[in-house]
């Protein structure tokens, strides 16, 4: 599949390249992203090149790993003005399962740096992609996974926001380096409202202060 770009006017989305090598770099030096995913930790600048080189393209290549880079946006039209986009925020990802075409199902993942967060865009971003995964002129999948660690709650509100339901906590569901852990797991229908399906129940704080 040739890599494509997901513009809103807010946010721009684009398969990352070996130019943003050092931003990936210095962006997963963050805690809170080692804290909630699976990136190597220590993280150097080979991995964020393994990345790019060995994720990114061989995934858009076969199709089954959707990867974007996420900038602010230029403005409504998506087209790059003289100083080209701005710097790299945060990724978003979709993996899909080899299910046939029309049945297809893929787990959303992300993760923004601390200066692209509380502004809104990483939701830009996961509702572009919502957007994209079910438009049947795009990629057309039936369903879309999510999953978080217990207590990511940053995380779980913007899949909330997305209008993913939360259907659960599965106990040791996820190996992180190593260590297995419990996490919650929520899905999203094509013909689910892309809003939040239930009220947040949860302090409002509780999204700011655990991350
Ligand atoms: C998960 C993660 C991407 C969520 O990012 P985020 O900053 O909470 O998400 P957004 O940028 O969409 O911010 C939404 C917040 O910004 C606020 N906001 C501020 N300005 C806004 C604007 N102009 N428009 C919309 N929302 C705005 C919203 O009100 C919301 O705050 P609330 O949660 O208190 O209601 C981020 O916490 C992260 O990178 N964590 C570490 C890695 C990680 O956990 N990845 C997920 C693994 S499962």
């Not at 040739?2 to 931003?23: E, I, K, R, S, Y």
């Not at 770099?25 to 990136?39: E, G, N």
């Amino acid at each position: 599949m040739q890599p494509f770009a997901l513009d809103d006017g807010t946010v721009h989305l684009a398969a990352p390249t070996l130019d943003d090598v050092d931003a990936i770099t210095a962006a997963c030096q963050d805690p809170d992203i080692a804290a909630w995913t699976v990136l190597p930790s220590p993280y150097t600048r080979d991995d964020a090149l393994g990345f790019v080189r060995d994720h990114v393209a061989p995934g858009w290549e076969r199709g089954d790993v959707l990867t974007w880079a996420v900038r602010e946006s230029v403005g409504p039209s998506g087209v790059p003005g003289p100083d080209g986009l701005g710097p790299l925020l945060g990724m978003v990802g979709l993996g899909l399962d080899d299910a046939p075409a029309s049945q297809r199902s893929a787990e959303l993942g992300y993760w923004m740096t601390p200066a692209g967060r509380g502004r809104g865009l990483a939701t830009a971003a996961g509702r572009l992609v919502v957007d994209a995964a079910f438009d049947p002129e795009v990629l057309g999948l039936a369903r879309l996974s999510w999953q978080a660690y217990v207590g990511n709650w940053p995380s779980r509100r913007l899949a909330w926001r997305l209008g993913f339901r939360v259907e659960g906590t599965v106990r040791g569901h996820a190996v992180q380096r190593g260590v297995r852990r419990d996490a919650w797991v929520a899905t999203l229908l094509a013909d689910d409202p892309r809003e939040p399906a239930e009220p947040w129940t949860h302090p409002v704080s509780a999204a700011r202060t655990a991350g």
